[in-house]
């Protein structure tokens, strides 16, 4: 697998293995991203700071945690053995089936002989005399690689701003750092901070468990009930048979999904929009988002329609003229935000143990010992805290890490004055560093995350094959390079909607996070285009020597 060096690492620390590559990360993307390098040759390990398999889906184990993806979709492609040799329980299934499956793959890769678990990457730094990397974790390892392959995750750096937390006397949780072990919420008094996608899968699950369920909401969201049938033998057969057809079709899609954008706005009569319209929705999945109207993200008009259409059906089940105030947005469009399936949510708010604490006006404050004092000075009082608070999406995951480039520059700092990337893959200045699921890439915004991050993970391993069959040692994009793939995404993702509302999606939730969209807008199939061309252009645009 590796080789331990004698020598000294450029700070003088003593180099405890020397590979070929070094993974960061053994979630989706890092279990592929191992598996291929390792089968061309390469000395390589990954590393994670958990204890098993999984990425996401080991961290995000919080009550209600579920795809919302269809599960037959968001798995690996390249192999028809792995793809069915798994079943699925149901159309939508939920995080411990999900995390069972990434075990499976793994074990069927055999890929753990090759994972270091309980280990967190604390600095990685480029030697410009020999041209490596050498990267230092928490548990003493010093590891000397000629490639740094980062899978970290679009959406794993927790991101929490409250003071006073650390005084709290109850339990504290963030969604995406919830324990193995059961917590027991009944009886208690559970407050919610957080009504995006993970939190509402929070509330519609332990609402019916709590004592009293307080949920401070701030930015009311758009949602889509969510239909999840349980699935036979023959159905699981069934989607078996499509495998052909899904590795044809999902990498070339517009959001790497198995529906794509079909129906142009103009040509169709209001009767038979509202017809698309109506049948996307009965679909009880994403397909209203990412595959009724593509003008849906560009025209306002087409978005104020179905922004109201999705409001009419949140009135239908809310009824009370408060909740419906509180939980339907009225200040931007639908499809603009991340989108997120429900069951139920709407229904827990009628229950009589669950308040809603509008926060938009009356912003909390901080978190006090006896529970979360908002603005004007009422304390909450409660025993378990649950934040569903987000991420520092995209970046955060890179910049809690040091990282050094060419003449000793900071990613960190970069970033913090500008989020750039050369097609989510590379950074200038940073030679032999690749990048999946980072900013101006295709990402959890707007694609099928594993049809994306399978695509980033060819094109990374192709590229090192063909560096290593010219015998060349280093790669980095150029400036010139940067600059244009900047350019353009900030071309395409600027005509869109997206841009012009506030959300994680530019960055808006993260104090002083510069501001442009993080995910690439220009679609699936497209973006896959462009990176295809560069590699068969000989990688034009990237400085090899």
């Not at 003071?163 to 208690?188: I, M, N, S, Y």
């Amino acid at each position: 697998m590796e080789t331990a060096s004698k020598t000294n690492g450029s700070n003088g620390a003593h180099v405890t293995a020397r590979l070929d590559a070094l993974v960061v990360g053994a979630g989706v993307a890092g279990l592929y991203q191992l598996y291929r390098l390792r089968e061309q040759g390469l000395r390589v390990r990954a590393i994670d700071a958990a204890s098993g398999v999984g990425g996401t889906w080991y961290w995000n184990r919080y009550p209600g945690a579920r795809f919302d993806s269809e599960a037959y979709i968001y798995q690996y492609l390249f192999s028809e053995e792995l793809y069915k040799g798994w079943s699925w329980s149901e159309k939508f299934p939920g995080q411990p089936e999900i995390e069972r499956w990434l075990n499976y793959v793994a074990d069927r890769l055999d890929l753990r002989k090759d994972i270091q678990f309980n280990t967190t990457v604390k600095s990685a730094h480029f030697n410009e005399a020999n041209q490596r990397w050498l990267v230092t974790t928490d548990t003493g390892d010093v590891i000397d690689t000629q490639f740094l392959v980062t899978c970290c995750g679009m959406l794993s750096a927790p991101y929490v701003s409250f003071p006073g937390q650390e005084t709290f006397k109850g339990r504290l949780f963030h969604t995406a750092r919830w324990p193995k072990q059961p917590v027991d919420l009944a009886g208690k008094r559970v407050g919610i901070i957080g009504n995006g996608a993970t939190g509402i899968q929070v509330i519609q699950t332990i609402a019916g468990d709590v004592r009293h369920l307080k949920v401070f909401v701030r930015t009311p969201q758009y949602i889509i009930p969510m239909k999840n049938p349980k699935y036979s033998a023959a159905d699981a057969q069934a989607y078996k048979s499509k495998f052909e057809h899904f590795t044809q079709r999902l990498p070339h899609t517009f959001t790497g999904f198995e529906y794509d954008f079909e129906h142009a706005w103009a040509g169709l009569s209001p009767e038979k929009r509202r017809e698309v319209i109506e049948d996307c929705w009965n679909d009880g999945s994403l397909k209203l988002w990412i595959s009724s109207f593509a003008e849906l993200f560009f025209e306002e008009a087409v978005n104020a329609e179905i922004s109201e259409f999705v409001r009419e059906k949140m009135r239908e089940r809310l009824k009370d003229p408060k909740l419906c105030d509180l939980l339907i947005p009225a200040d931007y469009g639908f499809g603009t935000h991340r989108v997120p399936l429900e069951q139920n949510f709407l229904e827990a708010f009628h229950r009589p143990n669950v308040e809603i604490v509008s926060v938009k006006n009356n912003p909390i404050e901080r978190v006090t010992p006896n529970g979360i004092q908002t603005a004007d000075g009422t304390v909450h009082e409660l025993d378990i805290i649950i934040l569903a608070t987000g991420f520092d999406a995209g970046t955060g995951a890179l910049t809690r890490i040091d990282i050094r480039g060419r003449g000793g520059r900071s990613l960190g700092e970069d970033w913090a004055r500008d989020i750039r990337t050369t097609m989510g893959l590379q950074v200038h200045g940073y030679p032999n560093l690749f990048t999946t699921a980072v900013p101006l890439a295709p990402s959890a915004a707007l694609c099928n995350m594993t049809t994306c991050l399978q695509q980033q993970v060819e094109w990374i391993d192709n590229c090192i094959r063909y560096m290593r069959a010219k015998d060349l040692k280093v790669i980095e994009p150029t400036k010139d390079a940067e600059d244009g793939w900047v350019a353009h995404h900030d071309e395409i993702a600027n005509a869109t909607l997206i841009a012009k509302t506030n959300s994680w999606y530019l960055g808006s939730n993260v104090e002083g996070k510069p501001r442009r969209v993080l995910s690439y807008c220009g679609g699936v199939g497209a973006y896959r285009q462009k990176c295809d061309e560069v590699a068969a252009s000989g990688y034009q645009g990237f400085a090899m020597n």
